[in-house]
């Protein structure tokens, strides 16, 4: 049904059909089992049989202790990983039929990251980070990335190179990178875990806001309440299987 071509991506809407009616979830994830040890001994699994839908343009929060499985997770949503058993369905495709290069161009069209540490390239500029995701895709459109640092209010500061911006400055060119390909699903995986409060708080809603404007769906993995505060929804992770949804009224 999609085809991910080299530098291409999909021809059609996220979550769509061709005439636009809504068919599928963004994310269906059924049964996911991971286990990392040999033989799988009982309660040993990382993921223990997880199901989760997030709809199109969601804003999903994870919410869990260490340990409890987000990274596994968000490491199996991007392919990086096989589960042990289960299936995840990403615009209706099964993940893990791909073969390696088709994955591969999935990952680079459809996904955007943003990670605890950053994770920019220290001797590229915050500029050329930005571009690096449009030129692995062999569309390395300067202007695109010139905006996508101008959204996260960075404009001016393109030039400067990682160590000679601060954390939330380099999370904001995370952002960048992450969205400026367009993106269905961004992952993220405690974007405020080294940041201060009051700077993450920023950073969170930026993140929202943008994605918000965009109608990009969002998988925030957080052991923090704060952090959880901008999502739509949240789901409470523990023992590597979703343990409950917080409402508006018991968030934690
Ligand atoms: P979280 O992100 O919620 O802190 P993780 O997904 O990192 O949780 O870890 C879940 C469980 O899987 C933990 O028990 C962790 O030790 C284990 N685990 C994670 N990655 C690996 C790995 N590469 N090899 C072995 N065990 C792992
Ligand atoms: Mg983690």
Same mark, same amino acid.
């Given at each position: 049904?999609?085809?991910?071509?080299?530098?291409?991506? +999909?021809?059609?809407?996220?979550?769509?059909?061709?005439?636009?009616?809504?068919?599928?979830?963004?994310?269906? $994830?059924?049964?996911?089992?991971?286990?990392?040890?040999?033989?799988? !001994?009982?309660?040993?699994?990382?993921?223990?049989?997880? @199901?989760?839908?997030?709809?199109?343009?969601? +804003?999903?929060? =994870?919410?869990?202790?260490?340990?409890?499985?987000?990274?596994?997770?968000?490491?199996?949503?991007?392919?990086?990983?096989?589960?042990?058993?289960?299936?995840?369905?990403?615009?209706? *495709?099964?993940?893990?039929? /791909?073969?390696?290069?088709?994955?591969?161009? /999935?990952?680079?069209? #459809?996904?955007?990251?943003?990670?605890?540490?950053?994770?920019? $390239?220290?001797?590229?500029?915050?500029?050329?980070?930005?571009?690096?995701?449009?030129?692995?895709?062999?569309? !390395? %459109?300067?202007?695109? %990335?010139?905006?996508?640092?101008?959204?996260?209010?960075?404009?001016?500061?393109?030039?400067?190179? !990682?160590?000679?911006?601060?954390?939330?400055?380099?999370? *904001?060119?995370?952002?960048?990178?992450?969205?400026?390909?367009?993106?269905?699903? +961004?992952? %993220?995986?405690?974007?405020?875990?080294?940041?201060?409060?009051?700077?993450? @708080?920023? +950073?969170?809603? =930026? =993140?929202?806001? =943008?994605?918000?404007?965009?109608?990009?769906?969002?998988?925030?993995?957080?052991?923090?309440?704060?952090?959880? *505060?901008?999502?739509?929804?949240?789901?409470? $992770?523990?023992?590597?299987?979703?343990?409950?949804?917080?409402?508006?009224?018991? #968030? !934690?």
């Amino acid at each position: 049904m999609l085809e991910y071509n080299q530098g291409v991506g +999909v021809s059609y809407v996220a979550g769509t059909d061709r005439r636009g009616s809504t068919v599928e979830p963004v994310i269906r $994830i059924e049964n996911l089992w991971k286990c990392y040890d040999e033989g799988c !001994p009982e309660g040993s699994a990382a993921l223990r049989g997880l @199901d989760l839908e997030v709809e199109g343009g969601e +804003v999903l929060a =994870l919410y869990g202790r260490s340990g409890s499985g987000k990274t596994t997770l968000l490491n199996l949503i991007a392919g990086l990983d096989r589960p042990t058993r289960g299936t995840i369905t990403l615009e209706g *495709r099964n993940i893990h039929d /791909m073969g390696e290069f088709e994955r591969t161009q /999935m990952r680079r069209s #459809r996904l955007g990251f943003v990670f605890q540490f950053f994770n920019l $390239i220290p001797t590229l500029t915050a500029l050329e980070n930005v571009l690096l995701p449009l030129e692995l895709l062999g569309k !390395p %459109a300067l202007g695109s %990335a010139e905006n996508a640092l101008a959204s996260v209010g960075l404009e001016g500061k393109g030039g400067r190179f !990682p160590h000679e911006l601060s954390g939330g400055e380099q999370q *904001r060119v995370a952002i960048a990178r992450a969205l400026v390909k367009d993106p269905v699903l +961004v992952l %993220a995986d405690e974007p405020t875990g080294n940041l201060d409060t009051e700077t993450g @708080d920023q +950073v969170l809603d =930026l =993140l929202r806001d =943008l994605c918000m404007q965009a109608g990009t769906t969002v998988i925030m993995a957080t052991h923090s309440p704060l952090s959880s *505060r901008i999502a739509d929804r949240i789901l409470r $992770i523990q023992d590597g299987r979703i343990a409950g949804e917080s409402t508006e009224a018991n #968030r !934690p």
